[in-house]
């Protein structure tokens, strides 16, 4: 993570470049002296319409956090709590149903050939339906984690600037993840499961920073939260 | 040493008005930061249309959240740290995140070539270099990176990024200032 300088002060960038000491502190020289490059449009007017946009639309969420936040956040805990529980219990679920079917097959002494392409089949079957099952726990998960950010967004007191950094590094990478989803299907079990570990790390990071409402309902919630942790 | 363009003093009062959704406050921060953040992104792209796109990406994330700005570290490297992220994610995205091949370049002592050169010519030569390369040397000389925070930034190690800085220097020596190649004793060559 990025190490900002508390009083932001610029390091030498140029001394020992690589083993170089004149010429690095030179080309350090020359590279900034190179006239800094303009946009060739304005770009502040699609900015400005899409800020105005997300203003329009987060003002009434900061007033239904003043008064909500309680129970939206007791609300998307108790379902991340529901989430995570059921989180194993598919694959195994699965595995029981599909092994009690499989030796009754082979029972008949005549279809050994058979009841291997059963095994097997019953096989395949138990492993699809588990990544299946796995995948929606998973997308479950993600929806939870998502839905719990976004409404706890105005309740967080200011992060400090490398958690600010970070959680921004996170969002970029989440953002990777679903151009890799997009884009690589066959993938999608390990890449929905990068993705919850990816927002369970921001959403370590923003309750980190969580402001504790002085409510005895919040810290409540508060405690689900460290109990799911 | 001339400081890191980003390197501007912004008044609490500006980022309290930008904290209060003032529009106009906003302006005044992207009209202060765009040149350096474009800038930065483009050295870092080598691309206009991807640099622009960083440069509003990178922009709105940072009024977006700069409610959540707290002033423990300067305004212009909370914005930079995101632009650079920005600029770095994408060039990851892209699939442009390979460095150059193992090649060793020599670092001679030499005069440096770009003293002589003009700034078209360096930025040319500039725009030859893998980006990963230029990204390395570009966070190191003019922002001013430490080598270990540039290895974080690119998820390498640190002798990568001082190799990265040794390479492309010698790169941009031999681009700026291409020497002949000395005719090797007994050589059939023939220079009429």
Redesign the interface.
Known sequence: MSDLNANGSIKAGGINAGGNKSGGVKLGDALRALPLATPGRDGWTALAAQLAGNSRSARPRRRVWRYGVPIALAAGLALALVVSHLLPHPPATTVTTIATVAPATTSSSSGSATSVANMTNAKTIQTQEGAAAQLAAAQNRSQALERWLRDTRYAASPLPSQDLVAASEIENLIGLVDVELASTPTRALPLWQRRVALLEDLTALRYSNYRLAETASTTASIDTLNRIN | ?????F?QEVPQSMIDRAKA?E?DA??RL??MF???A??LA?RILGD?EA??DV??DA???V???I????S???F???LR??A???AL?RL??ERNFESESDVDYL?D?AA?T??H?D?SA??RA?GTLPALTRSV??M???????H??IA??VGKTTSFS??Q???G??R??VILDPQPLPIAAGSSACLI
């Open positions: 040493m001339t400081a890191s363009s390197q959704g529009l906003f302006e992207y009209r765009e040149r350096p474009y800038t483009l206009a640099a622009r440069l509003h922009m709105l994330k009024f977006q959240r409610d959540q700005y707290r423990d570290a300067p212009w490297a909370w740290q995101i650079l992220n920005e994610m990851r995205r670092v002592d440096p770009w003293v050169a700034a360096l930025e500039l040397l570009w190191y000389h003019v922002e001013g990176y430490s270990p925070e974080q930034f001082k190799s800085v040794a390479r220097t010698a941009l020596r």
